[in-house]
């Protein structure tokens, strides 16, 4: 068991290995120039350089040294903790994720205990009574979200609470001037802005877990597996609580683990459209401008989390499924 | 609120913390004037003023520090931290004459030191001065005579070099401390000698100025600036309807949306177009058969119906351009007017240069070779390039000429056209206040500036060359318009549309002036603008 | 249910074929009938409101949404089966030789699998996309995006592929085949790719659901097919700027959106609980 653990761990760091160099060379492989970025006044500077001067400036961010080189270099930082220098601004690249990291995996966060919130009820009903009103609308409703594309919600949901019934903000974290209000009144302001985008991360997540609750309380409660329980007199309740949710529980941990990477690259859509600063956005820009190191930096952190959760889930099914138990991957 | 003295035991606690939460409010302001809120697009890349500079650190230095001389609304040229200046007779030497009695916002004096530090500073190219460096590439030498005068020597005579001392002047004593400019300790509390002084920043989100008491020329009207990033403009929009936002810079469906929303009644607004131009460039350096011959270049143009574009689409915040040269500026010939629409000469002129319909498919062609090319445009965060090209590429079709768009990233769009690949690229040119423009017509700009058409003109050619060496401005004057009107005989690019950007501010909001440099700057500019006393008095 | 007797399609099954075929349907006959209005600029009437000569209403240009609504099926769909088709192209040998081989070829397939998932699609979207290899560069536009996604989409086919295979590979049918002597191709051919192809057609019409969703992405962000060309995504994008004036330019195509991707899903759910009963239980 431990071995395996072990084993599966490792193989997680072959996978990052394996990640950061395709990063690396997909990011040089797409066209253009870090240095010459943005606007037209920019170009007139980069190109009335000499020669000499613009050889200067490209070793100053090793750009004249071969791919590898540069690879390598970026690995031995990476091994002392340095993520290196952002080459739009040049602060410190873990700077600019850490101020939004906190952002980006708050409101997935929510999201997430949002829909496990609403899943459990909603599946548990679903499949207390199976095959009634219920089961069979709450089925079609949740198979509809699941099938509506998070950018399409996010325009709706908009136009009609923030256009049309102006109930909630537009865009953004926090109103102007929201640092200054009380702790109260800030809660309520970012729980306004954030209400929107939580919604639109949470609804997919919602149509797959709330499924899944279903199935597995179907088969661990109402199942033939605890036909024999109930007919010794068991409550159907009491079974519903002690054991078949014990017994869900394994597996919807392990499928937030699935269902956590989804929500991170699904954050990209929805950080744009709603303008909040997280981890999104600051990769689509880093991407855009050939920020090298940003780029780097936020594919091993999303990747590390990505993984966490991949691995947490096959350790999930290895505990689960002992048919599976062959040949850890 | 007042909070209430009683005993404890006398309130059940959910009352308290209402209470507390009420007593945390921040109390309001009892100032008569209140900080000017206005928005970014993105914070700066660098807050050193000088370095790794974009549009945003240029706003920033304007209102932090000053220069030698600053453009008024008009682009004349206005003595700052120079009171006068002279040139030498052959053209080489500049030598300025500051002013006495300026002070940097930490009490030591302004000196010609700083200035010289200024100029070496961004003249090292990993300062990476983008907006400055370029300037000072021909400067041989440039010394402190004495405290209050510099002397700048240039290798070639240029009759512009004034407008590189626009350039922000920042502290010797304080930046020259820093091993690295861009990252070092001036980098995050610059100070500088200009009307306001750097209060805070919130690194990402929020810049705030104050007023400078010890401003040379005294302290200006508004207590203070908040700068906030909005990248989105709707998010600023609707913080400027709010009452959030003071002072907005537009888009054109913006403008039409406050016209009509209750909320945006209350706004004052006006209109000034920024120094830029809407073009589609016509690659002639052969590698298509296309666009060598002027009338064929000409030709695109009569097809397309600017004014009506204007007036549907662009809600009137837009000119049809005739040119590079800005047409409120002093420098642009006014006997040119804009190529009307004018589809039958469209024709004629294609059929004159041998594109005629000869397989009646509905494109031309010629030598069985049809009129069919690729216009390449950049991705953008502005919907209304593909609604251009979509509109030209319908223009066009109707004259028998066949046109696809090639939409590419931003930077893939940069390289393509910096090495020629490409057929017709459509973009937008920023040009500066002084008239020269070398860099885009010069038929040695083609590799090292930005003539990726490959325009080359003997006539033309000439011509720049002696506008840069002349200093009389009546001769100049002569000079640039005998360019302009040549290079619209010719066409090699076609300049499309002038955009206005159209300002929504708080009708309280006094004496901003509309510019081509924009409102922020120019002189006086933000050191002029006011809270209107509110009526009745207070 | 007695063995033999036929079973009934569910309505899962039905409906979603119903939807992609009425879908389908549209793309190709409709298309050619609207094609000159979805491109036709009249900048009279743009950003006019659905009324009766444009049912759907104008965009930005004063085409007609309807007309470019539809005209954007024919991409979208396309590119979603071309995408889902690459998927399985390169996914299901992987998943084959994870599942079944197992050992090293396994280990080394799921590191891949994990790599491909990690990487944001983004990255590789803008290199693919960007980069300018001299026979990319001439495919059209939507073949690039096929391309793309087609190579970032082959995870979940292989990993669904290696599970099943996993599971197939234990089974008493497997061992009694071994214990005749059969080699282990004649294996595979003869009997898993067989009761495996099931999962594989349930695969890819989810698949072709998520491809057309990542290529609306795309084109959301402003990676995907040229103007003036329609597709879905992108008339999306299109109505970002209008959010406050023109409702219409965000509902209908993301209705259309909504109703290929249900009809896909639709489709793989009851082809599931068609051919598979036992699986109606697992999610």
């Known amino acids: 068991m431990i071995l395996g653990v072990c084993r599966r761990l490792a193989s997680g760091l072959v996978t990052l290995l394996l990640v950061s160099w395709l990063a690396f060379a997909l990011i040089h492989a797409a066209p253009g120039d870090p240095l010459t970025s943005g606007s037209s006044e920019d170009e007139r500077w980069f190109l009335t350089l ?145 209400a929107l985008p939580v919604v639109c991360l949470s609804y997919g997540g919602l149509a797959y877990l709330s499924r899944f609750v279903r199935a597995s309380l179907l088969e661990n409660a109402f199942g033939e597996a605890s036909r024999s329980a109930r007919a010794r007199g068991v409550g159907v309740a009491r079974l519903l609580f002690r054991h078949g949710l ?84 | 609120m007042r909070c209430s003295g009683r005993p404890l035991r006398l309130f059940p606690a959910w009352i308290l913390l209402v209470l507390a939460v009420a007593c945390s409010r921040a109390p309001e302001t009892a100032r008569a004037t209140r900080p000017l809120r206005a928005g970014l697009q993105s914070y700066p890349a660098s807050l050193s003023l000088i370095g790794n500079t974009d549009r945003n650190s240029e706003m920033i230095a304007a209102l932090i520090t000053e220069g030698l001389v600053a453009y008024d609304a008009r682009l004349g040229v206005q003595p700052r931290l120079a009171r006068s200046w002279d040139v030498s007779p052959d053209g080489l030497t500049w030598t300025f004459h500051l002013r006495d009695g300026v002070r940097w916002h930490d009490g030591a004096a302004v000196t ?139 888009t054109a469906d913006l403008w039409r949306e406050a016209q009509v929303v209750p909320r945006a009644r209350r706004l004052a607004r006006f209109v000034t177009y920024p120094l830029s131009a809407w073009y589609i460039g016509w690659n002639q350096d052969g590698s298509n058969p296309f666009f060598l011959d002027p009338g064929v270049r000409r030709a695109m143009v009569l097809a397309l119906d600017r004014t009506r574009f204007v007036s549907r689409v662009l809600s009137d915040l837009a000119r049809p351009a005739v040119g590079t040269w800005h047409p409120d500026s002093i420098w642009f010939d006014s006997s040119l007017t804009p190529w009307p629409f004018d589809p039958a000469a469209a024709g004629t002129l294609l059929d004159e240069s041998g594109w005629r319909d000869s397989d009646g498919d509905g494109v031309r062609d010629r030598d069985g070779a049809p009129l069919s090319f690729q216009l390449m445009i950049a991705a953008s965060s502005q919907e209304m390039t593909g609604r251009i090209a979509a509109w030209v590429q319908e223009s066009l079709a109707k004259v028998g000429v066949r046109m696809t768009i090639e939409r590419l990233e931003w930077k893939a769009f940069q390289e393509r056209r910096s090495t020629h690949r490409f057929q017709a690229a459509m973009a ?111 | 249910m007695p063995p033999g007797s036929a079973r009934r399609l569910p309505a899962s099954l039905v409906s979603g074929a119903a939807v992609l075929l009425a879908l389908g349907l549209i793309a190709i006959v409709a298309t050619p009938l609207v094609r000159e209005d979805a491109y036709r600029v009249d900048l009279d009437s743009i950003l006019s409101s659905p009324d009766w000569s444009h049912p759907l209403g104008t965009d930005g240009l004063g085409r007609d ?169 992108g008339l999306l994008s299109e109505a970002r700027y209008h959010v406050s004036r023109a409702w219409w330019l965000a509902l209908f195509p993301g209705l259309a959106l909504f109703l290929a991707v249900l009809g896909c899903n639709l489709f793989g759910e009851g082809m599931r609980d068609f051919l598979d009963p036992r699986s109606a239980r697992r999610p």
């Not at chain 1, 936020?298 to 099914?317: E, P, Q």
């Not at chain 3, 096929?146 to 292989?158: D, Y």
């Open chain 1, 50 to 194: 000499t020669t000499e001067h613009q050889a200067e400036i490209r070793a100053l961010y090793h750009l004249d040294e071969p791919l590898h080189r540069r690879y390598a270099r970026w690995l031995q930082d990476v091994a002392r903790g340095d993520l290196g220098l952002s080459f739009h601004d040049r602060r410190p690249v873990r700077e600019k994720i850490g101020e939004r990291l906190g952002t980006t995996l708050g409101i997935n966060l929510v999201a997430l205990v949002l829909t496990g919130l609403l899943a459990l009820p909603a599946g548990g009903l679903a499949a207390w009574r199976s095959g009634g009103a219920w089961d069979r609308l709450s089925g079609a409703v949740v198979y509809a979200l699941y099938a509506i594309p998070a950018f399409w919600a996010a325009l709706l949901l908009q136009i009609v609470f923030s256009v049309k019934l102006q109930w909630l903000p537009l865009y953004g974290l926090i109103s102007d001037g929201g640092e200054r209000l009380g702790i109260l009144a800030r809660l309520v302001d970012r729980a306004a802005h954030l």
């Open chain 1, 246 to 329: 014990r017994q869900a529980a394994l597996p919807m941990l392990t499928l937030a683990g699935f269902v956590f990477p989804a929500l991170m690259s699904g954050s990209v859509i929805v950080e744009t459209i709603f303008s909040i600063p997280g981890l999104g956005s600051l990769f689509t820009e880093a991407v855009l401008q050939r920020d090298v190191p940003v780029v780097m930096g936020l594919t091993l952190i999303t990747s590390v989390m990505t993984l966490v959760g991949v691995v947490a889930a096959d350790l999930g099914y290895l505990l689960a499924d002992p048919r599976v138990r062959r040949a850890p991957g």
């Open chain 2, 112 to 250: 010609a030191e700083d200035v010289v530090f200024t100029v070496e500073k961004v003249r090292d190219p990993t300062t990476q001065s983008r907006s400055y460096l370029s300037q000072f590439q021909d400067l041989v030498s440039i010394e402190a005579v004495d405290p209050l005068t510099v002397r700048a020597r240039y290798g070639t005579p240029y009759a512009d070099a004034l407008d590189s001392w626009t350039l922000p002047i920042i502290p010797r004593h304080r930046a020259g401390a820093d091993p690295d400019l861009l990252t070092g300790e001036f980098s995050r509390h610059p100070i500088g000698c200009g009307a306001f002084r750097l209060k805070s920043v919130d690194p990402g989100r929020e810049i705030v100025l104050e007023a400078n008491d010890g401003f040379w020329e005294g302290r200006p009207a508004l207590d203070g600036i908040v700068l906030r990033v909005l990248p989105e403009e709707r998010t600023a929009f609707e913080a400027l309807l709010l009452g959030d936002l003071d002072l907005m810079s537009v």
């Open chain 2, 428 to 538: 937008s040119l920023h040009f500066t206040p002084i008239p020269d423009q070398f860099e885009l017509y010069h038929s040695t700009s083609r590799g090292r500036g930005l003539n990726y058409v490959g325009f080359r003109d003997e006539e033309v050619d000439r011509l720049l060359v002696e506008g840069r060496r002349t200093f009389d401005s009546r001769a100049r004057l002569e000079i640039y318009h005998r360019i302009q009107r040549r290079i619209h005989d010719l066409e090699p690019i076609s300049p499309l549309f002038h955009f206005a950007s159209p300002v929504l501010h708080d009708a309280r909001l006094e004496g901003l002036e509309p510019s081509p440099r924009g409102i922020w700057l120019i002189e006086p500019g933000p050191r002029r603008w006011r809270w209107a006393p509110p009526p009745g008095g207070d």
């Open chain 3, 65 to 233: 949404l309807g007309a470019r609504v539809l005209c954007g099926a024919r991409i979208s769909l396309t590119v979603g089966l071309m995408a889902a088709g690459l998927s399985l192209l390169v996914g299901l040998p992987l998943g084959v030789i994870a599942g079944y081989c197992g050992g090293i070829a396994d280990r080394i397939v799921s590191r891949c699998v994990e790599a491909v998932l990690c990487i944001p699609s983004l990255v590789v979207a803008l290199a693919l996309l960007a980069a300018e290899p001299r026979w990319l560069g001439l495919l059209p536009d939507f073949l690039r995006i096929a391309l793309v996604l087609g190579v970032t989409g082959w995870t979940p086919v292989a990993r669904y592929l290696r599970a099943e295979f996993l599971r197939l590979g234990e089974s008493d049918l497997v061992v009694s085949a071994r214990a005749c002597g059969a080699g282990s191709p004649r294996i595979v051919a003869r009997h898993l790719l067989p009761s495996a192809l099931a999962p594989v057609l349930v695969t890819a019409a989810f698949t072709v659901g998520a491809s057309i969703l990542l290529e609306a992405a795309l084109s959301f962000i402003g990676l995907g097919v040229a103007p003036p060309t329609p597709t879905w995504g």
